[in-house]
């Protein structure tokens, strides 16, 4: 238990730069849709839809997954502290397969730059939003 705080301050980091990577590539999607008739721009973004999921979002989601796992294996008791853990990791499963689900979605809009309409993207983004709120409030305030 000795380094439960330094893993805890490392998972908090990671959720903070997973979250980072989950609210913006959306976006770039968005923009890839938007401008889908203008082979230069799309090439641009599909470099950085790339590097953004594969450089930072990947490594963020295994580092934030392994810390929580190491924290929760480190302190067994926490699953009978109350119903509020449970409902958390359900909500990290969501944002878990949201993530493959981008992963997917990049695939996709290589070769059908017209997959879904930016609005549909601009609804899609509002995910992990909901999913973090969600999340920080069962840590935070334990309602149950």
Do not use: C
Not at 14 to 40: G, Q
């Amino acid at each position: 238990m000795a380094y439960y705080s330094w893993i805890l301050a490392f998972h908090v980091m990671s959720f903070v730069s997973w979250m980072a990577m989950l609210f913006y590539l959306p976006r770039l999607f968005i923009y890839h849709r938007e401008n889908a008739d203008t082979k230069d721009f799309t090439n641009i973004v599909e470099v950085q839809e790339y590097k953004l999921f594969k450089y930072i979002g990947v490594p963020a989601m295994w580092a934030t997954v392994i810390s929580g796992a190491s924290m929760l294996y480190l302190n067994t008791d926490i699953f009978s502290s109350g119903g509020w853990i449970h409902a958390k990791l359900l909500f990290v499963a969501f944002l878990l397969a949201y993530h493959i689900s981008l992963g997917k979605i990049r695939l996709i809009m290589i070769s059908n730059p017209h997959y879904k309409s930016s609005k549909w993207f601009r609804m899609y983004n509002e995910i992990p939003t909901l999913l973090m709120i969600f999340i920080v409030i069962m840590v935070v305030v334990k309602p149950f």
